[in-house]
């Protein structure tokens, strides 16, 4: 399947309220729809504001409008990986004409460490910062499931083991010092 970017796909960009600009719904979505294509611009070097993690260590920069999709602590999108690895969005939530598309940053980077301490989202539900995956609570994962990255779910996976693996090196070493 071809990719292109298409300008009248059924979103725009517009000013929004305390956030800049943002991306508004020019037609109505269903929970389901693919309401963005994403297609990867360029790699970049590293994680930045706009960079979209996708693998360990390699970050990316979409093509058109995603990078002007706000963060909100209560998206009605989430992200799927299409067949290039870049990042659809995918409605979480009936989404509404001139309703601002938004998605949680955390359902993309594993870590966030390059904006303000307090998120601006306005969102009834906003817990306060703008955080990756990581540090989400395992609440917020569960209801995000099915729209995030699946590199997020195998980095949660390994860093598990690596706590566990920790751990139990920990209670190695009090044996030891117990013995002597």
Not at 30 to 37: F, L, P, Q, R
Not at 59 to 86: M, Q, W
């Amino acid at each position: 399947m071809s990719r292109e970017l298409n300008t009248n796909d059924g979103f725009d960009l517009r000013g929004s309220p305390g956030k800049g600009e943002g991306i508004f719904a020019t037609k109505p979505f269903k929970v389901g729809d693919i309401v963005m294509v994403g297609i990867i611009k360029e790699v970049l070097s590293g994680n930045h504001t706009h960079a979209s993690q996708i693998s360990e260590n390699e970050y990316v920069f979409h093509a058109g409008l995603i990078s002007k999709v706000s963060h909100s602590c209560d998206p009605n999108c989430g992200i799927r990986v299409n067949e290039t690895g870049a990042h659809d969005f995918i409605a979480m939530k009936d989404i509404s004409v001139n309703e601002e598309i938004t998605f949680d940053y955390a359902m993309r980077n594993y870590t966030i460490d390059h904006f303000p301490q307090q998120c601006m989202c306005g969102s009834k539900r906003c817990h306060g910062r703008i955080t990756g995956w990581k540090d989400l609570p395992d609440e917020k994962k569960k209801e995000y499931e099915g729209f995030v990255a699946p590199y997020l779910l195998e980095l949660d996976a390994k860093h598990s083991c690596d706590k566990v693996q920790d751990i139990q090196n920990d209670e190695v070493k009090v044996k030891s010092k117990d013995r002597k």
